[in-house]
């Protein structure tokens, strides 16, 4: 009779619950879930520098290729490049407010050679992360009006790494020499993504599939044009920012993204959800597996975010970060089940296409292609989707008891 009580119970509990989070419910059983354990590195801003981040690079491409996958592929740092950088000599002497750039083959060859040995050896796979980081445009004009905040850039002779910019600054497909920022014109975001696209397409052998703003500042106009360049999948932090208000926070739209949604354009969104950044001093090897572990109770990919400035900074900041992300992925192939290493373009195909098999169309190579989740492994994962990403439901299963059987099933299920 007790154990009749509860299944009763718990059928009306289930069937309120229904009745009121059906839509919930209903997106989030619709999402990718899968059989495999995609991992995905994503690292920002690669590309012109200073000759030694081409032996930074390709001391943590060694690491990589260090570790293999269950079809023996070795990990794969998905470089999210820039290809150019402000030409500040040029724009100073320029007589109006132009903009001049330095390009990444041309003028940083060390780098783009490294950049290509790692594309042969399938440690890395380019992607697009902007023409540059920062607007050309609005550098220009504050160069010639020696703005005080380009004094590093007008007085560093060589070398001048655009990291040192205000954080406003930074943004590609916004204007931020004052805030609230301003979106740039259609037009220019045409212009821009044109160059952008062509260039990498020169350099690279290949479009780029899939991209990532700088700064994960951009809109709807700007998702049109990646669209008009056969651009299919957008890599974000679980969100879109629109732009800055007038103390700098960012606007959010959509505040939340998961995995997998479709945007107007029928782009798919990929999100991060490891991270990475030990030179901040705000993540370790164990804090990211954690949050790997996690992602992979809910059958999503891993997505590890891990900015180049851990690997360009100090000697010893770059091997303290390359060591931590070696015992992460360490831990994840060793106690996480059917790893299969992916850049993020390759996995935006997947979800786009479901393609007999992984093409890195950089160098052609091919692996087999990844399986989606059973039934039962999806059940487990998405009750763990529903536990994890909202806390009321939880509680409400832990009043209810309905906690009892979910745990059961997604103890079973992995």
């Known amino acids: ?27 989030t059983w619709r999402e990718p879930y899968f059989s495999d354990t995609p991992v995905l590195i994503e690292s920002d801003d690669w590309g012109p520098g200073g000759d030694f981040h081409a032996e930074r690079l390709q001391q943590l491409l060694g690491m990589l290729a260090q570790h293999r996958d269950v079809v023996n592929r070795t990990a794969v740092l998905t470089a999210d490049t820039v290809l150019a950088v402000p030409d500040v000599a040029e724009i100073e002497a320029a007589a109006t407010a132009q903009y001049f750039r330095r390009m990444l083959d041309k003028d940083f060859p060390i780098i783009y050679h490294a950049m290509q040995q790692g594309i042969a050896q399938d440690t890395l796979v380019p992607q697009l992360h902007g023409l540059e980081h920062l607007n050309g445009k609005a550098f220009a004009a504050l160069c010639h009006q020696q703005d005080e905040r380009l004094t590093n850039a007008r007085s560093t002779k060589g070398w001048w790494d655009w990291e040192s910019l205000d954080s406003p600054l930074q943004g590609h497909y916004v204007d931020g020499r004052s805030l609230p920022t301003t979106a740039i014109a259609p037009s220019e975001a045409n212009e821009i993504v044109s160059t952008a696209m062509d260039c990498f397409t020169k350099l690279f052998g290949y479009p780029s599939l899939s991209t990532v703003a700088p700064c994960y500042l951009w809109n709807d106009d700007i998702e049109y044009n990646w669209q008009q360049h056969k651009v299919i999948a957008i890599q974000t932090a679980g969100y879109r920012c629109t732009g800055r208000d007038e103390s700098g926070h960012y606007f959010q739209d959509p505040p939340l993204i998961r995995v997998g949604t479709a945007n107007r354009f029928k782009q798919i969104y990929l999100v991060r959800n490891v991270m990475f950044e030990p030179t901040d001093g705000k993540n370790t090897p164990q804090s990211a597996f954690a949050e790997a572990e996690i992602a992979y109770r809910q059958a999503l990919p891993i997505s590890i975010s891990t900015h180049r400035y851990n690997y360009t900074r100090s000697a010893e900041q770059c091997q303290q970060s390359i060591a931590g992300l070696d015992q992460l992925l360490t831990q994840i192939s060793s106690k996480l089940p059917k790893v299969r290493f992916l850049a993020s373009p390759e996995l935006g195909e997947f979800l786009q296409t479901n393609p007999s098999d992984i093409v890195n169309h950089f160098n052609q190579m091919r ?46 299920s992995t």
Do not use: D, E, N, Q
């Not at 009779?1 to 209903?26: C, G, I, Y």
């Not at 059973?374 to 994962?381: D, E, F, I």
């Open 1 to 27: 009779m007790v154990v009749l009580f509860f299944l009763v119970f718990w059928f009306l509990a289930l069937a309120a619950l229904w009745l009121a989070k059906k839509t919930l419910f209903l997106a």
């Open 367 to 412: 692996w087999p292609t990844l399986t989606r989740a059973s039934t039962y492994r999806k059940v487990g994962a998405f009750l763990s989707r529903l536990y994890y990403r909202h806390p009321k439901l939880a509680l409400i299963g832990y009043c209810t008891g309905l906690i009892i059987p979910a745990w059961l099933i997604c103890k079973t």
